[in-house]
């Protein structure tokens, strides 16, 4: 009687599935000329860890835990990145008003809630989600559209066997002010319908995703629809990809100026052995050829996320960080978007332009295990500018309109697992600047090639 009692009094809730997790990334990493001008001070760049420049250490440690039952789960990751150094080792420091605004010595030390997710699935039909997860338009493919782990509430889920669905709703700013309400103008959110159908059989499958994106940027009065497809899959050894998104909008009152652009990636890998996986790619996003008329035809998305993309992605390659330079890509982006201030209507950090001069990048590479251990990924990236009227010439250069060629970059990645719980990876990134960026360049620079290295020691379990 009394251990009934006692059960009652003290009754457990429902059980559930728990586990733990976490990674720690250590990365002791060197920067080299990013403004590709050895005249120069290498300036201070932003990366995940915050703003630093020429050697540094940067860590990134996570910890995270998930739970389930029936019909539910819910996941969370706290994070901690940060660039080494004794004030953001083991305490909070800021030297600004706005903690980790400015110069950012500790960008993302706060031991939060870096990703967070949970899910109900009512009917196969309908799963409810919201969180701040990964969730993209189009990171299977280019990367041109959207990718990023921002707040979302979002249904989705299977209407048939091969085609499943997701609406999702994508809170990229909803500014707080502590003096009093949020006004609507600093406002931004996104609105994705996104189909995956899954289509052959055999030795041909593929996947067709159609998706629609509604850009409500208020912080930048721009509204923008991006209608889209993308595509992956094999046929025998061959991995063919290819996505084409394209932008139509406007920026609102008094603004006159129409938005009018797209872009589009193509790829093929061919599986050759477990050593040998050769590709070639194509990115391509159109630019504006003439800053003052009524239209931004500059291609800029919600946020580009190619350092992430399954072929010509690398996580700590050179055109995936925020170099600063005269190519003006920024941290995860391969594109141009940050060239200019004007007409912004999107991008990582909300900076992208309308004016920019657009890309196209051809691709070649080849990654494969040599080893059980050993693997690798190397690739060639050429780098034109689609339209350079708006870019301005470097003092005393000659021509009176820069090249169309911005450079050549090459990525090596070589990664040995040592243990199940311990791995490495060794990155070497170049960026050789062609005329189209030195033209840029006053003819007092002394145009280099801009460098990193970075070797990343990882424990996982």
Do not use: C
Request: charged letters at 20%.
């Amino acid at each position: 009687m009394f251990a009934a009692i006692l059960v009652a009094a003290f009754a457990l809730p429902a059980m559930a599935d728990i586990s733990f997790f976490g990674t720690a990334r250590v990365m002791p990493t060197f920067y080299s000329n990013f403004d590709f001008n050895d005249n120069t001070p290498d300036a201070p760049v932003l990366n995940e860890g915050g703003y630093t420049a020429g050697e540094h250490i940067r860590s990134e440690l996570r910890l995270g835990w998930k739970a389930g039952g029936d019909n539910w789960k819910i996941m969370m990751i706290a994070e901690s990145d940060v660039i080494m150094e004794k004030d953001t080792a083991d305490r909070s420091f800021y030297t600004g008003t706005f903690k980790g605004v400015g110069d950012r010595p500790n960008a993302g030390s706060e031991f939060g809630i870096e990703r967070f997710e949970a899910n109900y699935t009512f009917t196969p039909a309908f799963v409810l989600s919201t969180g701040w997860n990964i969730r993209a338009a189009d990171i299977r493919t280019g990367g041109l559209l959207f990718g990023d782990d921002h707040p979302f509430l979002e249904v989705g889920g299977k209407l048939a066997e091969n085609l499943n669905y997701a609406l999702t709703y994508i809170t990229v700013n909803n500014r707080t002010l502590t003096s009093g309400v949020s006004p609507v103008k600093d406002d931004w959110r996104a609105y994705l319908l996104k189909f995956n159908a899954d289509v052959g059989s055999g030795d041909a499958k593929f996947t067709v995703s159609p998706m629609l994106l509604y850009s409500d940027n208020r912080l930048r009065s721009a509204k923008v629809y991006y209608y889209g497809i993308e595509a992956f899959g094999q046929v025998g050894l061959f991995k063919p990809s290819f996505e084409f998104v394209y932008a139509d909008g406007e920026f609102r009152a008094p603004s006159t100026t129409d938005i009018k652009a797209y872009a589009a990636f193509a790829g093929v890998e061919a599986a050759v052995s477990k050593a040998l996986n050769p590709y070639i790619a194509v990115r391509y996003a159109t630019g504006d050829d003439n800053s003052s008329d009524t239209e931004a035809e500059g291609f800029v998305g919600v946020t580009d996320i190619a350092r992430f993309t399954p072929l010509m992605g690398m996580d700590g390659n050179i055109l995936g960080e925020s170099m600063g330079n005269p190519y003006g890509n920024v941290l995860y982006s391969y594109a141009p978007e940050r060239k200019f201030g004007t007409n912004l209507y999107g991008g990582i950090g909300n900076a992208g332009s309308g004016d920019n001069p657009g890309h196209m990048i051809v691709a070649l590479g080849s990654k494969g295990a040599l080893s059980d251990a050993l693997s690798y990924k190397a690739q060639v990236f050429l780098i034109w500018y689609n339209e350079t009227p708006n870019i301005p010439v470097g003092a005393g250069q000659t021509v009176t309109e820069v090249d169309d060629y911005a450079g050549t970059t090459f990525d090596l990645q070589l990664a040995y697992k040592f243990a199940k719980n311990f791995s490495t990876t060794f990155i070497y990134s170049a960026f050789v600047p062609g005329d189209g960026i030195k033209q840029q360049l006053a003819t007092t620079a002394d145009d280099t090639i801009a460098q990193l290295g970075t070797l990343q020691l990882v424990w996982a379990y």
